[in-house]
């Protein structure tokens, strides 16, 4: 937990993720480049991992979700399943005092919790919040043309019937300070929540636009899951070197916990990354 000026944040974890290959997913990247990264940025095994999570936003008596996670599963590889809901609830709120979910982007790990299903009837988790979906993620995943994910039939499409979606285009304040903030790339209309000047920093939320913590040196590095990965690489370098420029906090969507959150901080033309949490 953190907590800047009256803003206080939370994890909200739901599961660890697979292992996976990383030649699988940045096929790209060889082993002999991932060589000085594999000491932080890999298992000792050599495989990668990510930590599937999403934010509690507590502030102006508010409070936002950033991402729900996968979902509650049961998944072949964890016969617990999604502990998102668990975890929500361990921090003493409730599904009913949630007031905004924030999707940075609609893949199924981050937007997983949204509905929940009774006897093929869609409800909503957050029975009492404003969703808040990017309109290019919306229109291209809705579009009949391009191949629909059962993911988001389930967890977006009925958002609309039940009144609960606001389509976001672009920058715009949610609430005082806090804004959307454009990142296409990793999908049609991924985006960013940015927190402007709280208490003298500016915070932002950047859920999938690098995935592991060798991106924040190789900011080229692409994942396959990358829908455009020119336009991710143009998103990544433009974020990041603001971050680095004027020191905002990171607030991460797939690190570990001990390193989710923290600054890109540039010594000697030198960048390391420094989380604050301890």
Known sequence: M???????????????????????VYPNVSKEDWGKYKSFAQNTDGSIQSTWRGYLLECYDKKIL???????GPYDHDKLGGQFIQNLN????????????????????????????????????????????????YDYYSDTNNKI??????????????????????????????????SNGHTPGHQCLLLENINGENIIF???????????????????????????TI????????AIENNWIICTGHLSDSKAIGKIVSKNDIISWEPILK
């Open 235 to 242: 998103s990544r370098l433009g974020i990041l070197n603001l």
């Open 149 to 182: 994910d059962a993911m988001f039939e389930k967890q977006i499409l009925p958002l609309n019937k039940l009144g609960a979606l606001r389509l976001i285009e672009g920058r715009e304040e949610i609430l005082p300070n806090i804004f959307s903030l454009p």
């Open 2 to 24: 953190v907590n800047i000026g009256d803003f206080k944040i939370s994890f909200v974890n739901d599961l660890i993720g697979v292992k996976r290959d990383p030649s699988i």
């Open 66 to 72: 950033i991402d729900t996670g996968m979902g509650p």
């Open 206 to 232: 950047t859920g999938d636009l690098f995935h592991n913590e060798a991106q924040i040196f190789e900011n080229y590095w692409c994942p396959v899951f990358d829908w455009n990965s020119t336009m991710s």
């Open 90 to 137: 361990a921090l003493g709120v409730k599904q009913s005092e949630i007031d905004f979910v924030f999707i940075t982007h609609t893949h199924g790990d981050h937007i997983g919790n949204n509905i929940i299903w009774d006897s093929n009837e869609a409800k909503l988790n957050f029975p009492n919040a404003k969703y808040l979906v990017s309109k290019y993620d």
